[in-house]
């Protein structure tokens, strides 16, 4: 037997720490869902004639907003999905700087580019919007991912049709509201309780001019298909499987004390968390002998505390349920589990908790080897030589993120500099900003958000060219 999917069940507010059902929300109509096509494109006209400051002045307000309430959304979050309180503020407080970013740096980044060396008269590219843009978001970022999808959209003049996850309702209200009050008018953003089947009507509807998908490879592939039937342009953001190289370190204890703090973030569920860890040998026994020493002294705990010395739960009784699995069947693998891949209570009793697994001995036969353990679960791999972890971190489907740590910093740039990967990092493990660009290539997706491309992703970049 399997756990339902969240999407099968709708809708639904679930407090995964506790698993209580909170609220139930309806589904869109088909006649709502029409009807909110018919006001993105009549909004679309008003909105994208509107000049670049009165759209930026509006989205610097939402950014504003943001941050001023950072507190009270962050309980939202982690009601909905379980993320730790704390890192639950971080993320508002950093989708706000996103929305600052935009628009603080409209003109710049929508300014005419001008091609010089045209003997026939002047030409310049322009930056203009589409039309309207169908956003599918996650729910383990579920303010962030809407953030760097629908900041820069509404900057340059594009209305948003949002459908969030199913279990992140209340965020994805609560985000419609916010927007709404910045000033935004009518239509410009739009969040729809849309099924499956609507989607694949929003994505077929020829006014909708593109559509952006975080998620999992399969939803990817799926919303990649109908936009490519239709001629749709699409951002994706998928799956990853991120190597963290550890090249040498002067102690290999704090190397692995550092490399399962990045691991828990959002309890293992980030898209670009540091899911392969890659260590050379004369390191790779004191650093997974530390890692099952420090996994084994958390213990489940209440995601809304300040305990340092917990894990959360996963997002949903699915989460829970199929990392469990793919743990069980890495085993049956022939993986050696050190510790944890257990689903566990919480401290208030039930609840989507599953006690964090380091994992070790992962052969190319072994599922865990190419599958995407989203969730608590450190899986290390030993080398010998720089060359092997390069061709360990790129024998995989997946390209997004990378980290290369060394205490001689040249030899990890050499690394980084050979991983198929979006991003490279050297030295630290994720270079996050408003304006640094996210995204992967393989079956991570394509194409990128954030940063000055993020803008770009749904512009008309038209050529103007007059004689004379």
Not at 140 to 167: D, S
Not at 235 to 259: F, K, N, Q, T
Not at 281 to 302: I, M
Request: charged share 20%; net charge negative.
């Amino acid at each position: 037997m399997t756990a339902p999917s969240t999407a099968d069940r709708g809708y639904r507010t679930q407090n995964p720490a506790t698993g209580e059902l909170v609220r139930e929300y309806p589904t869109a109509t088909d006649a709502e869902v029409a009807q909110a096509l018919d006001a993105a494109q009549a909004a679309f006209e008003q909105w994208s004639s509107r000049p670049l400051s009165e759209r930026a002045a509006i989205v610097k307000r939402a950014s504003e907003l943001l941050a001023e309430r950072a507190k009270d959304i962050a309980a939202v979050v982690t009601k909905e999905m379980g993320k730790r309180l704390g890192e639950a503020i971080g993320e508002v407080r950093f989708s706000a700087q996103i929305f600052g970013y935009y628009a603080d740096n409209a003109a710049t980044l929508l300014a005419h580019q001008e091609i010089t060396d045209f003997d026939g008269g002047t030409a310049y590219i322009e930056k203009l919007p589409l039309g309207p843009i169908l956003g599918i978001m996650p729910w383990n970022y579920p303010i962030y991912q809407v953030a760097r999808f629908a900041a820069p959209n509404l900057v340059l003049g594009n209305t948003v049709l949002l459908k969030h996850a199913e279990i992140t309702p209340e965020c994805a209200q609560l985000l419609q509201d916010l927007l709404d009050e910045a000033g935004l008018p009518a239509g410009v953003y739009q969040n729809l309780f849309a099924s499956h089947d609507q989607v694949s009507t929003i994505i077929a509807d020829p006014r909708v001019q593109g559509v952006s998908l975080t998620g999992s490879e399969r939803a990817g592939a799926a919303v990649a298909e109908q936009a490519g039937r239709h001629l749709k342009k699409c951002v994706l953001e998928l799956g990853g499987s991120d190597p963290y190289i550890v090249l040498s370190a002067a102690d290999a204890r704090e190397a692995a004390r550092e490399a399962l703090q990045r691991r828990m973030g959002n309890w293992g569920q980030a898209c670009n968390s540091n899911k392969r860890m890659i260590v050379m040998e004369d390191l790779y026994e004191d650093f997974v002998d530390e890692l099952v020493t420090q996994v084994k002294a958390l213990r489940p705990g209440d995601p809304t505390g300040r305990e340092t010395d917990i894990y959360g739960p996963l997002s949903s009784e699915a989460a829970a349920y199929g990392l469990a699995k793919q743990i069980a069947d890495a085993r049956a693998g022939g993986a050696t589990v050190h510790v944890g891949g257990e689903r566990v209570e919480g401290p208030a009793g039930g609840g989507f908790y599953l006690s964090p697994a380091v994992i070790t001995d992962v052969d190319e036969d072994n599922a865990a080897y190419r599958d995407e353990l989203f969730g608590p679960a450190c899986v290390v791999y030993k080398v010998s030589s720089a060359d092997e972890a390069v061709d360990l971190a790129n024998d995989s489907a997946f390209g997004l993120g990378s980290a290369v740590y060394s205490t001689d910093t040249e030899q990890a740039k050499q690394v980084a500099s050979r991983l198929h990967v979006g991003m490279a990092n050297v030295n630290m493990d994720a270079a996050m900003g408003a304006q640094m660009p996210f995204g992967g290539v393989k079956r991570s997706g394509f194409g990128r958000e954030l940063g000055p491309l993020g803008i770009d992703e749904f512009a008309n970049k038209r050529l103007y060219a007059v004689k004379g």
